[in-house]
């Protein structure tokens, strides 16, 4: 019996390597390019993505760059009323952009950070992507159960997560235990279709839980990062 169960698990690693090695999950974002969102979910979307950017790149405040998005969704609101016909201040979509330059202009930035500013808006790249929003899914996950992910993450990666991250072997463990629950969140949210924007929602409280999660186990942000970086590598987004 306990040879037959050990040649069991051999079986059972071995399909999880070449799983790991061959499969290419399906990368799903939770913000699609192709799905139209109301100026709501527009507004929602630059405090998970660009106002963090904004922040780091312009060396800015979280309440200018608060300020900078009410501008945004503003001007969404004046362009759309614009094509609507039913804009009864502004003709065109470059008597908004004045408006836009000024309002920015009296955040009292740098001009460096004015030309920012305007060059991205210009662009209309406020709906720019980020991780925070992007779910993606390894569906070998949907068939092996918890323990065996996990016993057979511990038995293949431990060591080197120990090593890269700078962590001890129960910190690893528990890591491989948040990426398992990760995995399978994961796997729900991806249910939900991607015009559903409770999609984006529920990708980023997953992302958010998860981080809250590794810092109870005692990680730093560099560590969190470093081990993010490398179950991505080695583990979940295998061949990417």
Aim: glycine fraction near 2%; include cysteine.
């Amino acid at each position: 019996m306990q040879k037959q169960s050990f040649h069991s698990y051999f079986l059972s690693l071995l399909l999880f390597i070449l799983l790991i090695n061959c499969y290419t999950p399906s990368n799903l974002m939770a913000q699609d390019k192709t799905v139209s969102r109301s100026p709501e979910e527009q507004r929602e979307l630059f405090g998970y993505c660009e106002k963090p950017r904004l922040i780091k790149q312009l060396n800015i405040s979280e309440e200018t760059a608060d300020k900078i998005g009410d501008i945004i969704y503003w001007a969404t609101l004046q362009k759309l009323k614009i094509e609507a016909n039913t804009n009864d201040t502004f003709a065109t979509p470059n008597e908004v952009k004045e408006v836009v330059i000024k309002k920015y202009k009296n955040l009292r930035l740098s001009g460096d950070q004015l030309k920012v500013l305007v060059d991205k808006y210009e662009a209309g790249n406020n709906e720019e992507t980020c991780a925070i929003v992007t779910l993606t899914v390894n569906h070998q996950y949907d068939t092996l159960a918890k323990p065996q992910i996990l016993q057979l993450l511990k038995t293949r990666y431990r060591k080197q997560l120990i090593d890269k991250a700078g962590i001890n072997g129960r910190q690893a463990d528990n890591v491989f235990e948040v990426e398992v629950w990760k995995q399978k969140e994961a796997i729900d949210i991806a249910a939900i279709p991607v015009a559903d924007f409770n999609r984006v929602r529920k990708t980023v409280a997953m992302y958010r839980e998860r981080e809250r999660r590794f810092k109870v186990i005692g990680l730093t942000e560099q560590q969190i990062e470093t081990a993010v970086e490398f179950l991505n590598l080695h583990v979940l987004e295998a061949n990417k």
